[in-house]
């Protein structure tokens, strides 16, 4: 084998290396985001307190708590309160979610995109707002 062979064959063999260590790092940062993503809860409460949600990036709700003064709620008015609290809380959960994504992917990835889309589609209307924590 000559020498430029060898070069070649050893480039080759630099590249695959390359392409192996990206693909297991992807790997590791898809099995951290899964388990960050998983992991994510949001806690949502309405202005007044009276309504306070826990939810998860998926739109399951894994909590809804009344405060003291729900029960002085009329009750149209508290249901509506709890609709708009529970979508605020899957909103919240999604986008935390999202931003997880970019962290790891790079806010430019067409897959935190294509996410970032679905979840607008999914969960439309205004973002979390005040009352959010993460957990």
């Known amino acids: 084998m000559d020498d430029a062979t060898s070069r070649a064959i050893t480039a080759m063999h630099e590249r695959i290396d390359a392409q192996i260590a990206q693909a297991q790092r992807l790997a590791e940062d898809s099995a951290r985001l899964t388990a960050q993503v998983e992991s994510t809860v949001v806690e949502v409460s309405s202005s ?9 990036p998926s739109g399951a709700v894994d909590e809804v708590a009344l405060g003291p003064s729900a029960a002085e709620r009329d009750p149209r008015v508290l249901g509506a309160l709890i609709t708009e609290t529970v979508a605020r809380a899957q909103r919240a959960a999604a986008e935390r979610a999202v931003s997880e994504m970019a962290a790891i992917l790079g806010a430019d990835s067409p897959l ?3 996410t970032r889309a679905e979840l607008e589609r999914a969960f439309p209307g205004p973002r979390g707002g005040e009352g959010i924590r993460y957990s």
Request: positive net charge; aromatic residues 0%; proline residues 0%.
């Open 48 to 56: 007044d307190r009276t309504v306070t949600v826990r939810a998860r």
């Open 112 to 114: 935190v995109a294509e």
